[in-house]
């Protein structure tokens, strides 16, 4: 019987999943959001990286109006884990979309 040749196994890579990157966060936080509520995301307002994955702003179109400049929409949080996993939401702000902020 022939001796084996001890080699050293070759390294694997980590089996934990990379984080998103920003853009990617944004597009999970969309879809996942979407998945819960009625209405289609209308946009992206902010991506910041949170403790343990992102909070995500997204803009999403509530009430359509004519004029749309009376449309109702509203904002978003979406936090995301380090997989892209939704953990939570919830509605922050509804607003007209003609309305300008308060400075």
Known sequence: ??????????TRTSTR????????????????LAS???HEPEGVSGVARHEDGW?????????ARIPDTTSLLATYEVRIDER???QEY????????GAADDC
């Open 17 to 32: 999943p990379r984080a998103p990157k920003p853009a990617e966060a944004a597009r999970h936080a969309c879809e996942q």
């Open 84 to 86: 892209g996993e939704l």
């Open 55 to 63: 909070l995500v702003s997204v803009d999403v179109l509530e009430v």
């Open 90 to 97: 919830r509605r922050v702000r509804r607003y007209r979309r």
């Open 36 to 38: 819960l509520i009625v």
């Open 1 to 10: 019987m022939a001796e084996r040749d001890p080699r050293p196994s070759p």
